[in-house]
């Protein structure tokens, strides 16, 4: 067994001929000793997330067909025909959902820690990039299972895009692929949800993580740690073995709710009759019920204000900081953000 062994791993090291010291270098890095709280180290989570999907999204494509006429049957097949199809699905499901919780728990932590501050700016607005792939990723493919209310979720989204200022019309009629909701519509949303949001986030992936090795975790200090050396531990096993547990535990709640909740299926989508509630998915619900409290327009363009100032907030707060240098403003913000995001939810869930 030992020559077969040795055989293999000098024919890798001549064919892959990387230096064995980078390996140690890259598995050896120092970790702050505040990642083995589980709030801090949340980043590793929607990485575990997002690979279940690509594993159970690639299984559900050999069964989904992306053609108005057959969408919905095909998911009808995957969850009552075909062995374990529910299983899959519903796994499919669950994942999306808690990957959203991750991305926004991990914003959330980032921001009121100020972990988004000089140097890490840019890797701050490509994490925001991420938390909308992630939106984009439940909103195309919720849109490709064309029950009913799916269908008149893509059709309410797509007049709210109309309202976008000046490239309302063209962003509308792209999203379509046409003047309503139609057979085109199914083919960009498949399109996006298996093609090109998989690839964009992947490569956003890579340039978040890339920018973390190089420019370090954010090194905190707290109140029990004053006047103590900075501790650290290594990457591997350490680390490596706590985000395995983290893993085994969200196969553990995934599994529970699979099987207490598997996902189900609504009525086929017909595009002649409105439904009486139309509800997005629960992590559209604040921008429903705030575009329900407004006009069209001053919705829209609050929802793309309240995303800009997210994604340029290390600029304004570096702004605000100069005029005004001993307030932060920050942790207001945020907390103000935060309770407007969860009363508007919950506002809506309830109605």
């Known amino acids: 067994m030992k020559p077969i062994f040795k055989k293999l791993t000098d024919w890798l090291k001549v064919s892959i001929p990387i230096p064995g010291e980078f390996f140690t270098k890259v598995t050896s890095e120092p970790v702050p000793h505040h990642l083995k709280r589980w709030w801090f180290a949340l980043g590793g989570t929607p990485a575990y997330l997002f690979m ?26 995957i969850t009552y025909d075909i062995h374990f199809g529910w299983v899959i699905r519903s796994v499919h499901k669950w994942a999306a959902n808690l990957m959203i919780i991750a991305v926004i728990l991990h914003v959330f932590r980032i921001f009121f820690t100020g972990a988004y501050r000089k140097p890490r700016e840019l890797n701050w607005m490509i994490g925001c990039l991420i938390l909308g792939c992630t939106l984009g990723f439940g909103f195309t493919g919720y849109s490709l299972i064309y029950e009913q209310l799916s269908y008149w979720g893509a059709t309410v989204a797509a007049n709210i895009t109309q309202n976008v200022p000046l490239l309302g019309d063209f962003l509308a009629r792209f999203m379509r692929g046409g003047d309503s909701v139609e057979e085109n519509t199914l083919t960009r949303f498949f399109v996006f ?9 992947t490569l956003l992936l890579v340039v978040h993580i890339t920018l973390i090795r190089l420019l370090g975790v954010t090194e905190f200090q707290f109140e029990e740690d004053k006047g103590k050396p900075e501790r650290h531990f290594p990457f591997f096993p350490n680390h490596f073995l706590m985000e395995v547990i983290i893993g085994m535990c969200l ?7 699979v099987v207490f909740f598997p996902a189900r299926l609504g009525p ?13 998915e629960w992590y559209f619900y604040f921008t429903f019920r705030w575009l329900k409290l407004t006009s069209l327009q001053v919705g829209v363009l609050g929802t793309g ?12 707060e570096s702004g605000l900081a100069k005029k005004f240098p001993n307030r932060d403003f920050s942790i207001w913000l945020g907390v103000i953000a935060v309770v407007t995001l969860i009363i508007l939810t919950v506002w809506e869930a309830l109605v």
């Open 305 to 316: 204000a309240a995303y800009a100032l997210l994604i340029f907030w290390p600029f304004i």
């Open 268 to 280: 086929p989508a017909d595009p002649f009759l409105t439904p009486e509630h139309i509800k997005p």
């Open 251 to 257: 196969t553990l709640l995934i599994t529970f709710l």
């Open 52 to 77: 279940i999907q690509v594993v159970t999204g690639i299984l559900l494509t050999f069964y989904y067909v992306p053609e108005p006429g057959h969408a919905y049957s095909s998911i009808q097949r």
């Open 193 to 201: 949800h298996t093609m090109l949001l998989p690839l964009g986030l």
